[in-house]
């Protein structure tokens, strides 16, 4: 299978501040990485898909990268509705797989 | 607009069966896939399979033998259904649209296994 190793576990961070969370692949997944937002009590919602392409209607200060094996998601002015949940999960191959998450706060 | 919803017991006996539903909206689920996935107490994700427009699925292996996924296209529904359940089998349950990615989600059921 392949380990999607996500980190932090958790940040807090200020409103406006630069936010980026990462996704290391275990092995080569081209672009094959999404990322997600959830919010407490809601369903996760698609911010990023092909590593870098951003969904419908999510806002533009989200924006994802690709170096290699290791994926970037970086929120460019974090905003107070930020907080939540964020997830990276690889669809190059089955089983498809979830990082372990990153609890967002804000300060 | 495409719209899932999850139904079934939010509780279930250990060794018994869990048996959800999916019914979807606004999109034939003769089209793309349809997944489940759930979330475990403590956040871990899990994909659990999908079946696909034409009725073929994927299952991960971890759950070996225990799950099915089937469907009904004459009520644009799609089911999971996971046996020999055990307290660990306790989580959200969700359904979703694979796309682009999982681009669709229902609004999750909690399913506790518990005696």
């Given at each position: 299978d392949i380990q999607l190793t996500q980190s932090p576990a958790s940040l807090s961070a200020s409103p406006d501040e630069i936010v980026t969370i990462t996704c290391q692949a275990s092995q080569d997944i081209g672009s094959s990485?999404?990322?997600?937002?959830?919010?407490?009590?809601?369903?996760p919602q698609l911010l990023i898909y092909s590593a870098t392409i951003l969904a419908d209607g999510v806002p533009s200060r989200f924006s994802g990268s690709r170096f290699g094996t290791q994926y970037s998601l970086k929120i460019s002015r974090l905003q107070v509705e930020d907080i939540g949940t964020y997830y990276c999960l690889q669809v190059s191959s089955s089983p498809l797989t979830f990082g372990s998450g990153t609890k967002l706060e804000i300060k | 607009e495409v719209q899932l919803?999850?139904?079934?017991?939010?509780?279930?006996?250990?060794?018994?069966?869990?048996?959800?539903?999916?019914?979807?909206?606004?999109?034939?689920i003769t089209s793309n896939y349809w997944g489940w996935i759930r979330k475990f107490p403590g956040n871990k994700m899990e994909?659990?399979?999908?079946?696909?427009?034409?009725?073929?699925?994927?299952y991960n292996p971890s759950l070996k033998s225990r799950i099915s996924i089937t469907r009904d296209t004459s009520k644009n529904q799609f089911f999971l259904q996971l046996n020999s359940v055990t307290t660990e089998d306790t989580a959200?349950?969700?359904?979703?649209?694979?796309?682009?990615?999982?681009?669709?989600?229902?609004?999750?059921?909690?399913?506790?296994?518990?005696?």
């Open positions: 990485l999404l990322w997600y937002q959830q919010k407490a009590g809601k369903s | 919803q999850e139904s079934g017991p939010g509780l279930v006996k250990p060794s018994q069966s869990l048996s959800l539903t999916c019914s979807v909206t606004g999109y034939s994909w659990m399979g999908y079946i696909s427009y034409s009725g073929n699925t994927n959200t349950y969700y359904c979703a649209r694979n796309a682009r990615g999982f681009d669709y989600w229902g609004q999750g059921v909690m399913v506790t296994v518990s005696s």
